[in-house]
């Protein structure tokens, strides 16, 4: 299948420093990806929707000046999370869509724990 | 409003039997539905998918079947091995899955052996 790799696998940082994951599609191009959420022993929750070349849209809740998305391309999409807080810790999980696919599996990355001490 | 349900938050079955699994929808936009497996600390892999189209969709072990009019699908898993053992998602989409994904709380399967 096809793989999207998201990078780091795991950062603590400081309260107040930002954050910044980043997926990439390493054999396919993606239009769309998505960007999730999930707290311990729940369910991802959708941040937001990001296209390549547009603005992201965020789901309702999600605050777009902390959670910055960046799609700069059709292989890469960036999350930073700005200025963290002890709250935004949390496993974030990025999932891309190909371009050449009406329908899609959505293959999704390894994710990011974030710490915030 | 959780417009994904897994009602059974766990679930133990002997190694060689059936595991099931259950998801119930409430929005009907949706029209494609897929299971997905976990670990702790990974993310998702995809195992099986169904189009509303169908009402059954079987890939080797695993089976889906879904109920239209029930709102309501079911992963089979014959015969069941310990490596089966994860947390299994129901995620369901609108649009024949070109919108984002919306998941199901998850159902932790332990086979034992």
């Known amino acids: 299948g096809a793989v999207v790799s998201q990078h780091p696998s795991r950062v603590i940082c400081k309260s107040g420093t930002s954050v910044k994951i980043e997926c990439r599609s390493l054999d396919f191009q993606a239009t769309t990806m998505f960007w999730y959420r999930q707290f311990p022993k729940q369910s991802l929750m959708l941040m937001a929707t990001?296209?390549?070349?547009?603005?992201?849209?965020?789901e309702q809740g999600v605050e777009k000046d902390k959670f910055l998305i960046n799609h700069a391309s059709l292989t890469l999409s960036t999350l930073t999370v700005a200025s963290a807080h002890p709250e935004d810790s949390s496993f974030y999980i990025c999932s891309a869509r190909a371009v050449d696919r009406e329908t899609t599996e959505a293959f999704f990355g390894q994710g990011t724990r974030l710490t915030v001490v | 409003d959780q417009q994904v349900k897994q009602n059974s938050p766990s679930l133990s079955v002997q190694e060689g039997r059936i595991s099931i699994l259950n998801c119930d929808y409430t929005?009907?936009?949706?029209?494609?539905f897929l299971w997905y497996k976990k670990y702790p600390a990974e993310g998702p892999t995809f195992l099986i998918s169904?189009?509303?189209?169908?009402d059954k969709n079987e890939d080797g072990r695993f089976t889906v079947f879904l109920n239209k009019s029930a709102k309501h699908l079911s992963l089979h898993i014959v015969p069941s091995q310990p490596g089966d053992s994860a947390v299994y998602f129901c995620?369901?989409?609108?649009?024949?899955?070109?919108?984002?994904?919306?998941f199901g709380s998850g159902t932790r399967l332990q086979v034992q052996p």
């Open positions: 929005n009907s936009m949706f029209d494609y």
């Open positions: 990001s296209n390549e070349g547009s603005k992201a849209t965020y």
């Open positions: 995620a369901a989409s609108a649009q024949t899955g070109r919108r984002a994904l919306t």
């Open positions: 169904i189009s509303s189209i169908k």
